[in-house]
């Protein structure tokens, strides 16, 4: 069975500081990974996401995630963020099973002035 | 591209009455549409997976005849909870899929309190 874990619960960050979000997963073969950010109160918007190819995935808003086989990680980074980067973060793999994708527990990044 | 919305966006009911949530693929087609729950500061539950035409797929422990799904048309899918209870209060969120394999674009979501 496909699992997701964010290890990170809540992150605090400066503004302007770096940020890597940490997703590891657990798949059978090779995964489909998503990032998805959430503000309070609304779905999810997608960030970025790997099907196969370039390891290293462009997003939007400048965020990139790398995924790493070897780790079964797929960690989320952004070089300089901004306080509107506040909000809930999930990680999430797909399957070939009609689509369905499994989402990890979040991880909330708060960020100071 | 790739838009999804929901209406309405928060309903507040009485309880043992039914609410109807649309969840809308604005520029795109859809034959799979997803619905999930999410409880406060955690992740996302799926509840059914709904298909164009066909039967919606429930998850486990989730109750088919409490919670209606219709999938009429390729840009449309209704979620009905039918005679609501306060436990039923939740936010709901629906998506589709789009724009590549296990690619889901999601709703604003509902938030639904039931009295």
């Known amino acids: 069975a496909q699992s997701v874990t964010q290890p990170d619960i809540h992150i605090t960050v400066s503004e302007g500081a770096s940020l890597e979000l940490r997703c590891n997963y657990s798949y059978g073969a090779t995964p489909y990974l998503f990032w998805y950010v959430q503000s309070p109160g609304q779905g999810l918007q997608l960030l970025l996401k790997?099907?196969?190819?370039?390891?290293l995935v462009q997003g939007i808003k400048g965020f990139e995630a790398e995924f790493k086989r070897s780790q079964s990680s797929f960690n989320l980074r952004k070089p300089s963020v901004h306080w509107s980067d506040a909000a809930e973060y999930f990680c999430a793999v797909g399957n070939t099973n009609a689509g369905k994708s499994t989402f990890g527990d979040g991880t909330t990044l708060t960020v100071k002035p | 591209g790739a838009v999804v919305s929901q209406h309405p966006s928060w309903v507040i009911c009485k309880s043992g009455t039914s609410v109807k949530i649309e969840c809308r693929s604005l520029?795109?087609?859809?034959?799979?549409m997803f619905w999930y729950r999410q409880f406060p500061k955690q992740s996302l539950m799926l509840m059914a997976t709904?298909?164009?035409?066909?039967?919606?797929?429930?998850e486990q422990g989730v109750e088919k005849d409490k919670f209606l799904i219709n999938h009429a048309s390729l840009t449309l899918s209704t979620l009905t909870v039918t005679s609501a209870h306060p436990e039923d209060s939740s936010f709901y969120i629906c998506?589709?899929?789009?724009?590549?394999?296990?690619?889901?674009?999601f709703g604003p979501g509902t938030r639904l309190t039931v009295l």
């Open positions: 520029d795109f087609q859809a034959t799979t």
């Open positions: 998506s589709a899929l789009a724009g590549g394999p296990n690619t889901q674009y």
């Open positions: 790997y099907f196969s190819g370039d390891t």
């Open positions: 709904s298909n164009e035409g066909s039967k919606a797929t429930y």
